[in-house]
């Protein structure tokens, strides 16, 4: 049984995926199966998938396997593509990489399991960089700073230089950490029962904040080990870009919606609210900013109600009397 089951979901993407799995198959740590899920991809991007995967189950053999999904116009999604790939590892441990992004470090695999071997963590973080194009992107934006943090506490690191780290220091961030730099216990994986296939976007986030609900030990080791290319938001090609805002913003909610009303642990319980009302003034601002002055009173008020202030009160009264005002004089748009 291999120590890792590296699970890369893809779709329409050939030469992108090559890079990924070249970036995965470049790692020092020798002990991993690589399971490859095909999220439908359309027909004429078979041969190519089929040509690259070819070449590479010459060297991996049996640590390849590659999996089809029978097409769908929008996929099945990022949820269940994870979720199917899991379901076929035999790893004790599982991680993921999108299949736009890369691993940058060949000794993350090989940190990891040092780390892990010693302490038998449920968790294991590190951190990414994020890219548009050729130039970085300002950060924090995941868990960047949680060693910093650490240190200050004066937390000291263990085997291969990994931290012990616990809900509330997860909390106390802004970002949550990505699916391409999470390891995960797959037997922890499998009891919190996956991904959410219901969410299309921001199911990492889900996804992380049911497992550190859940876990008993969690490990995080600064080294960056992976890239992060912001989809192009003029193209569709990503699960981030297909997605209307409102729509990703519903998703969001129902994500949020669980950690407040599921969480074990009341900072995770507290970060739902927070960022809950946060979702709610987005919505609100964006349909004030339509016009659409009901639905901008709907939602300033379910704001106002998650995240009170003295700013979202009179927003909250002003969009709803600008609705009233519209429903009572006809012709006025």
């Known amino acids: 049984m291999p120590f890792f089951s590296v699970i890369l979901a893809t779709r329409d993407r050939p030469g992108l995926f090559a890079e990924a799995l070249r970036s995965v198959l470049e790692q020092d740590h020798a002990d991993f199966e690589v399971i490859v899920v095909n999220d439908g991809s359309r027909p004429e991007h078979r041969p190519t998938y089929e040509a690259v995967l070819a070449e590479v189950g010459e060297r991996r053999g049996g640590r390849l396997q590659a999996h089809w999904l029978v ?104 970002g949550f950490c990505h699916v391409n730099t999470l390891v995960v216990r797959r037997a922890l994986y499998e009891a919190v029962g996956g991904m959410d296939e219901a969410i299309r976007w921001e199911c990492d986030r889900d996804l992380f904040l049911r497992l550190i609900d859940a876990a008993e030990r969690m490990l995080h080791h600064p080294a960056v080990v992976a890239r992060h290319n912001i989809p192009d938001p003029s193209k569709a090609a990503s699960m981030t870009t297909s997605l209307a805002a409102l729509e990703r913003w519903l998703y969001q909610l129902r994500a949020l919606d669980k950690a407040c009303l599921f969480a074990r642990h009341p900072a995770i319980r507290a970060h739902g609210r927070q960022h809950k009302a946060y979702t ?34 009179v927003f909250s009264a002003y969009c709803s009397g600008v609705a009233f005002l519209r429903g009572a004089l006809p012709g006025q748009g």
Not at 152 to 171: F, I, N, T
Not at 286 to 299: F, G, N
Request: with cysteine; charged share 20%; net charge neutral.
């Open 71 to 174: 097409h769908r116009p929008r996929g099945h999604g990022q949820s269940y593509a994870l979720n199917f790939g899991v379901s076929q590892a035999t790893g004790e441990y599982v991680c993921f990489l999108d299949d736009d992004d890369l691993w940058t470090d060949p000794d993350h695999l090989a940190r990891a399991a040092g780390a892990l071997s010693t302490t038998r963590a449920d968790l294991y973080m590190a951190n990414q960089t994020a890219w548009r194009g050729t130039v970085q992107a300002p950060g924090p934006i995941w868990i960047e700073g949680l060693a910093a943090m650490l240190a200050k506490r004066g937390v000291v690191p263990g085997g291969g230089g990994a931290l012990p780290v616990g809900v509330p220091d997860l909390m106390g961030l802004s």
């Open 280 to 313: 709610l003034k987005r919505i609100a601002e964006e349909r004030r900013a339509a016009k659409d002055w009901p639905a901008a009173a709907y939602y300033a008020r379910q704001a106002l109600g998650a995240g009170p202030t003295l700013k979202w009160a």
